[in-house]
């Protein structure tokens, strides 16, 4: 029985999912005191990315776009401004009430993997689910491994894993829930460029099959070459938004940032 009671909203989606929410992004400012002054790092970011886009955002170290995501995925609280996933103000929500919403409708890839050393490869991949009282589908955790190209892992701990395996691990947990929407913090920054490119066709084809709605963060414009849009920051600002450009359009813009 789940925790909330609703197994529908918070437990595990039915297989295929749904389609993406738009986000909508409004006069996004964060503000940091550090020592003795005070750091703008966002600074009235104003910007939508469509249902069953994909989009990286880049910059030079500093430039905000970190800070960005983790507003935009509701792991940060702006200082001002307004976010949206779909219908729903995420800014206005209590803690609790995002919490939940970010585990039913969101999924988080990160270059630190975040895995529980203790736990195996299966339990791993289920933990938000099991976190919000949600039934474990052994099925589709054996899928979803399968997908990753890890089929048979099941039982095997983390720290027995390569780190590309474990950057697969944390896809599939991501995953798991059929998210609505994708957010990944440099995916393939701790990988060998094979390995992170089938990480990013894992990606790219959660947007093109079931119309997930990703925002990535890199500094790699290969990364970036997978997306339909990139967006360029600095200083906390948006300077650049292009659609579908090619690799050395974005490495010669990247480089003209830093």
């Known amino acids: 029985m789940s925790l909330f009671g609703n197994e529908q909203e918070y437990g595990v989606r039915p297989e295929g999912g749904g389609v993406g929410r738009e986000i909508r992004v409004r006069g996004l400012r964060r503000e940091f005191e550090r020592g003795g002054g005070r750091v703008h790092a966002l600074q009235g970011v104003d910007v939508t990315f469509a249902p069953g886009s994909f989009t990286a955002v880049m910059g030079p170290s500093g430039s905000g776009k970190t800070t960005l995501l983790q507003c935009v995925a509701g792991m940060d609280r702006p200082t001002r401004g307004s976010v949206h996933w779909g219908p729903t103000e995420i800014t206005r929500l209590r803690e609790h009430r995002l919490a939940r919403l970010r585990r039913s409708t969101v999924g988080f890839v990160f270059q630190a993997y975040n895995l529980m050393p203790a736990m195996t490869v299966a339990e791993n991949v289920v933990l938000p689910t099991r976190l919000m009282g949600g039934r474990t589908d052994r099925a589709r955790v054996g899928r979803v491994l399968t997908q990753v190209g890890l089929g048979g892992c099941e039982k095997e701990r983390p720290g027995r894993l390569s780190g590309g395996q474990q950057q697969r ?45 990703c925002v990535m963060v890199t500094h790699d414009p290969l990364a970036a070459g997978f997306a339909d849009r990139v967006l360029m920051m600095t200083d906390g600002e948006l300077v650049e938004d292009l659609t579908r450009p090619s690799v050395a359009v974005i490495a010669e813009k990247l480089g003209g940032l830093s």
Request: aromatic fraction near 4%; hydrophobic fraction near 40%; charge should be negative.
């Open 169 to 213: 691990v944390a896809i599939a947990r991501a995953l798991y829930n059929q998210p609505e929407i994708l957010f990944a913090d440099e995916p393939t920054g701790a990988l060998d460029r094979n390995t992170g490119r089938e990480i990013l066709r894992l990606l790219r084809e959660g947007v093109e099959e079931h119309g997930r709605t």
